[in-house]
């Protein structure tokens, strides 16, 4: 299968994704709003159907709905300096619409008041608003990600925690086996998506951050399915099958780029614009660091307990481990990725991944060498971005970098 | 002597300082719901950093992106410029994203300084529990092995006591004021409770007690009964807002408030019975909702308003709202409806730097015209 042929199997999974929440819903099955972090594992186990809304925005960007959306929920009052998830996800919230439609209504929220402000306080909203149960994961934050025993335990008490609040709010009863198993999938999936990125050291590049953004899609809402665990070897098939015929992603690879921050949903043409001049993003930050962390850091599932396993993977999920640990997992992908150049997006809509960045840039460029272009918009708000502005900036830096290769 | 607690503040390093000189530590604190009781029972001083609003960021603007607070930008700038050059650590309290990633760039830029962050959890489980305790007693543990003294249940149950009547006294002062805002300038009120962040509990409680006795019996004045909420800086209260002079000619009087700075900052007592270990009713008063908007759900907060705005006869609200402080954004709708609801009006100010005079006075005037005519609507500037 070729990356083409992956693609619209993918584009027709998400669309029967949707479909699969629709019919929950109808059937009287259980369906959950949660955060993009899940967890996942977890609510499959136990009979719930997973609805992430912050997925559903990513479509809304894709097919240019987004500005409407966030519009919709500014006319009510909800702050423009707010989150563009957020903005959007509420204006469709408040619209009853959607890219497909309107997102069935939840039976019970999970936020994580520990992911960041929005994953709080945007799950509120939405609770009042659809008047259904609110249960807040939270966690613990490593600054330098170590983490002690008491982290760990909290972490699972947690997830004992919502299980207990999804027997109360559905009647279904957690079932050891069942989650044991979930896990597992999840395991897999993630260790074969590990291997799927370890390809990416190649040269060329056999996969770009455009083909990972998409195959994101299964890591984040479909963790604990077998179908994510059959998507990545696909996935890793045709890759492995690329590096044999010594085929890259991009035409003619000239530069290897590092890529920093969530992409912008609204113009993943950005990506497709930089492997046009030959510069393939070979490591980005949003596929490894943010649901992979565990698993980049060279973590697996393999204690045993899968309460234990699913503690540590969000123990490190990047909204979870401080600036020295994203430090050291920047200049990581910028050196064995073999990059030569970085681009730090500052991303208004996300203080999490943004703060810290001109740290990230010095030491890529003390440590390494490694030059950075930065540039300021948002991910799901296109009205903060010029298309054209942006080709022309990033265009002299990629002159500067291929200068600097001669 | 008449006591001026924005005399105190502009002093402010001088306890700190006078604390180090007899040999203590201090360590710099960034917000609310940090265990300052553990901190003091193990003999570090903690001291809130204050917040000027700038304009004057130098080294912070190349740390930090433009679309953050004004909270943390001074906090850095102050930080970077050496003004806290006497602190021992710096703790930050989990209070939002911005907090963490400011620690974030401190541990990095100063790797062999003392830099932590503190999470107190927002739910109240076993688990929560069972986690916070043992975050305090490890937090013990690395304050003794920087210099302070190990952790004694005498030496926590005296800490808890005189932070208590320290909280005990703030609150009377809110009573008094609330009963009688003629008692007392608003800008004396808050500056107050600044003072209280930054020096010895044991002294600020001498403080208060001769202060209570000068204020006990106000003029009686009359006006419009308002709530403030959201955040002042602090150099707005000791320099002189501009707010309060306003909110004097419009004959406005501030009965009770929501400030970070203010109300917001711990009240409620840690349960004093000696038949429970002072760590676990540390722990237990730490545990969540708290007051920080983060870790509590917006309800929790407009329940608090109504009660004091029924308490006190509170007639509208004010917000003072900073810029990009994502917490308070995305309450805001909700209390504003909860209050219009309950027939209080409101007025929302974002504010960014100084409050400037001008675009200020006119909204507020309006807003006070209105309430005096108990129009019943709410405004956002």
């Known amino acids: 299968m070729n990356n083409k042929e992956i693609a619209q199997v993918r584009k027709s999974y998400t669309k029967g994704y949707y479909a699969r929440i629709r019919k929950a819903k109808e059937e009287g099955r259980p369906v959950a709003y949660t955060t993009a972090l899940g967890p996942t594992e977890l609510l499959y186990a136990m009979g719930v159907e997973v609805c992430m809304p912050e997925n559903y925005v990513t479509i809304c960007c894709a097919k240019q709905m987004a500005k409407g959306f966030c519009e919709e929920a500014e006319e009510r009052s909800i702050s423009r300096d707010l989150c563009s998830y957020a903005r959007c996800g509420l204006g469709m919230m408040y619209a009853k619409d959607g890219p497909m439609g309107a997102l069935p209504e939840p039976d019970f929220i999970v936020g994580a008041v520990s992911a960041c402000d929005p994953h709080a306080k945007w799950w509120e909203l939405e609770a009042r608003h659809y008047h259904v149960p609110l249960f807040l994961m939270d966690a613990p934050y490593t600054l330098h990600g170590e983490v002690k025993p008491h982290d760990e335990a909290w972490m699972i008490s947690e997830l004992k925690r919502l299980a207990a609040f999804v027997e109360e709010h559905t009647g279904r009863p957690f079932v050891e086996e069942d989650f044991r198993e979930r896990v597992r999938l999840s395991g897999e999936a993630h260790a074969t998506f590990a291997e799927i990125q370890e390809l990416r050291k190649r040269i060329p590049a056999p996969r770009g951050m455009r083909e990972m953004v998409g195959d994101l899609f299964y890591l984040i809402t479909q963790a604990g399915r077998r179908e994510s665990v059959d998507y990545y070897r696909m996935v890793l098939e045709e890759t492995r099958e690329r590096v044999g015929r010594g085929e890259g992603v991009v035409d003619e690879e000239k530069i290897r780029l590092y890529f920093h921050n969530i992409p912008l949903w609204f113009n993943l043409q950005t990506l497709d614009w930089l492997a046009a001049q030959g510069a393939v993003v070979a490591m980005d930050f949003y596929t490894n660091h943010v649901w992979h962390g565990f698993f980049f850091d060279g973590g697996r599932f393999d204690s045993g307990d899968p309460f234990k396993n699913l503690a540590r993977k969000w123990l490190f999920f990047d909204n979870h481990v401080g600036l020295p640990v994203k430090l050291s997992r920047s200049l990581r992908s910028a050196r064995e990725w073999g990059c030569q150049g970085a681009i730090f997006f500052s991303n208004r809509s996300c203080k999490v991944y943004s703060i810290g960045q001109p740290e990230q840039m010095r030491v890529l460029e003390e440590e390494l060498g490694i030059r950075s272009f930065t540039f300021e918009a948002e991910m799901a708000d296109p009205r903060s971005f010029s298309m054209d502005r942006w080709k022309e900036r990033v265009d002299l830096f990629l002159e500067s970098l291929a200068a600097a290769e001669r | ?381």
């Not at chain 2, 808890?160 to 003629?182: A, F, K």
């Open chain 2, 1 to 381: 002597m008449q006591i001026d607690f924005r005399d105190v503040l502009k002093d402010r390093h001088r306890w700190a300082l006078q604390h180090k000189q007899m040999g203590g530590l201090v360590m710099g604190c960034y917000s609310a719901m940090l265990p300052e009781e553990l901190m003091w029972s193990c003999g570090v001083l903690p001291v809130q950093f204050l917040m000027s609003p700038g304009p004057y960021y130098g080294e912070s603007l190349s740390y930090l992106p433009p679309y953050v607070c004004d909270c943390s930008r001074s906090m850095l700038e102050d930080y970077m410029n050496g003004t806290y050059g006497y602190l021992d650590g710096l703790m930050f309290s989990h209070v939002c994203e911005t907090v963490r990633g400011l620690a974030g760039i401190c541990s990095v830029r100063w790797p062999d300084s003392f830099v932590r962050i503190f999470t107190a959890p927002a739910g109240n489980d076993p688990g929560a529990r069972r986690y916070l305790k043992a975050e305090l007693l490890s937090l013990a543990k690395e304050l003794e092995h920087m210099g302070g003294v190990a952790l004694s249940e005498e030496r926590l149950q005296a800490a808890i006591s005189v932070y208590n009547e320290n909280r005990g006294l703030v609150s009377e002062l809110y009573r008094v004021r609330g009963q009688n805002p003629g008692a007392v300038e608003p800008a004396q009120v808050l500056s107050a409770v600044m003072a209280s962040s930054i020096m010895p509990k044991d002294q600020h409680n001498r403080m208060m007690r001769e202060f209570l006795k000068t204020i006990r019996k106000g003029p009686d004045v009359s006006g419009t009964r308002i709530i403030l909420s959201g955040l002042l800086f602090e150099n707005e209260v000791v320099l002189g807002s501009e707010l309060f002079s306003i909110l004097k000619a419009c004959h406005a009087l501030v009965v009770w408030d929501d400030l970070a700075s203010g109300m917001r900052y711990r009240l409620e007592p840690v349960d004093n019975s000696r038949r429970v270990n002072p760590l676990d009713r540390l722990t237990e008063d730490l545990l969540g909702p708290q007051p920080a908007p983060l870790r509590s759900p917006a309800e929790r907060k407009a329940g608090q308003m109504l009660e004091a705005a029924r308490t006190y006869g509170a007639e509208g609200f004010i917000f003072l709202i900073p810029k990009y402080c994502d917490p308070i954004l995305f309450d805001l709708p909700t209390l504003t409806r909860i209050l219009k609801e309950k027939d209080f009006p409101t007025l929302s100010l974002e504010i960014s730097g100084s409050l400037l005079e001008g675009a200020l006075r006119t909204r507020v005037e309006a807003f006070m015209e209105m309430l005096s005519a108990s129009a019943g609507d709410s405004i956002r500037a």
